[in-house]
């Protein structure tokens, strides 16, 4: 019974952020599974938002104040420009950076390499607004 209650709101969770194009915090994510008629509590989207972020399910960035954002991307690796404005961020897939951040690790004779990289800006329509 558990496991099924876990995915359906697991479920709820991933239903909430498909419609999202910006990266959001666990309380908007929260308010509108809430909004929606979900019956949830802010621990539970907050334990499942861990999870699913250790399962590779969402990707997240830390927010201008700290604070986690997710969001549902690509499988693929990729990183994320993101407007420290409105949110919105584009996924970018950069070849040079790959090959560096794996080249520099392998010189300083290191294995099992990985890097995480965000940009911030602002955006364009930030910009002109
Ligand atoms: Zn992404
Ligand atoms: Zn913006
Ligand atoms: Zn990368």
Redesign the pocket.
């Known amino acids: 019974m558990a496991t099924q209650r876990i995915t359906k709101q697991r479920l709820a969770i991933v239903d909430a952020l498909s419609s999202q194009i910006n990266f959001k915090g666990a309380q908007e994510i929260h308010a509108l599974l809430v909004a929606s008629g979900e019956t949830i509590g802010l621990s539970t989207v907050y334990r499942n938002l861990t999870e699913m972020f250790e399962a590779r399910d969402v990707?997240l960035i830390i927010g201008a104040d700290g604070e986690s954002l997710y969001?549902?991307?690509?499988d693929d690796h990729?990183?994320?420009l993101t407007c420290k404005a409105c949110g919105h961020?584009i996924?970018i897939v950069g070849e040079a950076l790959e090959v560096w951040a794996k080249q520099v690790g392998l010189d300083h004779g290191f294995s099992d390499i990985s890097h995480t990289l965000e940009i911030t800006g602002v955006c364009k329509a930030c910009r002109s607004a």
């Open positions: 990707d969001r549902l991307c690509s990729h990183h994320h961020a996924e």
